[in-house]
């Protein structure tokens, strides 16, 4: 049964599903879509062209859907989509997308936005992303599957986060980080992998020991460009897929400047 506290506002043409929670001081736009079994605990606001998957809960004083944090935005129509399961605490902010990047906003499903995180406009976050307390994810930023972001972390806009990748808290990331790799610091520099997440994920000790022999290959080699490393490992292990997934990374972007480790 859908239950909505007498004090929530619920604009003309909103959508609210089974089983929704509407708390007390709620703000929902006309054109927001709640899924079934929504919660929004109270004194939260959602707004625009707006989505939630079933089963999301968003706590006191979230704003989700608002335009986009960004001076060249005049008023073009743009959405964010927010899938199942997730969890969005207090005071998180989600911006919808801009008409130069896409006009869309997403996030995945499953994911954690712990206390006054940041999911900047036309940026894209995978199923199980988690972001600690005030991290901030600029405009136009790509998130990859179980990404986690420690306390205070900052991206910068159009960076690049491969899948299962962690930030270490307080870092500032500015250049795109390889699937599977860590980093710490302000600039970020990559510190190796997060063999504990791999762990986590269940991935086959061959595969992360395969990953582990790039890794060095390509970080810790120092013949050639990072760029024809990659090639290389590529096209002699063709049958290891999280090493793929690293080689693929690095390929798809021609002029992609990556976060490596610290110069000695």
């Known amino acids: 049964m859908t239950e909505i506290h007498p004090t929530a ?25 709640l899924g079934n079994g929504v919660v929004l605990k109270s ?37 964010l989509r927010i899938g199942e399961d997730c969890m969005i605490r207090e005071g998180v902010t989600m911006n919808a997308g801009t008409e130069g ?19 900047g406009h036309d940026s894209h976050l995978g199923d199980g992303v988690i972001l600690s307390n005030n991290v901030m994810i600029a405009g136009h930023v790509t998130v990859g599957d179980h990404v986690i972001f420690g306390g205070g972390s900052a991206v910068i806009q159009f960076t690049r986060i491969g899948r299962n990748a962690f930030v270490g808290g307080m870092a500032g990331l500015e250049n795109d980080l390889i699937p599977f790799g860590m980093v710490t610091g302000n600039r970020a520099s990559l510190e190796g992998l997060n063999l504990v997440g791999l762990k986590r994920a269940n991935f086959p000790r061959e595969q992360i020991h395969a990953l582990r022999a790039a890794y060095r290959e390509l970080f810790e080699s120092g013949e050639g460009t990072l760029r024809t490393r990659a090639e290389a490992i590529a096209a ?3 049958d290891q897929p999280l090493v793929k997934l690293v080689t693929d990374f690095i390929l798809e972007k021609a002029d992609g400047r990556y976060c490596t480790p610290r110069s000695e």
């Open 101 to 119: 990047g896409g006009s869309s906003t997403t996030v995945g499903n499953r994911c954690a936005f712990l206390a006054n995180s940041h999911v």
């Open 236 to 238: 002699a292990t063709d």
């Open 43 to 79: 004194h939260a606001v959602v707004a625009g062209d707006t989505h939630i998957g079933d089963r999301t809960q968003i706590f006191p004083f979230a704003s989700i859907g608002h335009q986009a944090q960004d001076l060249k935005y005049r008023g073009e129509h743009a959405t």
């Open 9 to 33: 506002i619920i604009e003309d043409g909103a959508r609210i599903g089974e089983g929704a929670q509407i708390g007390p001081f709620c703000h929902v736009g006309s054109d927001v879509v």
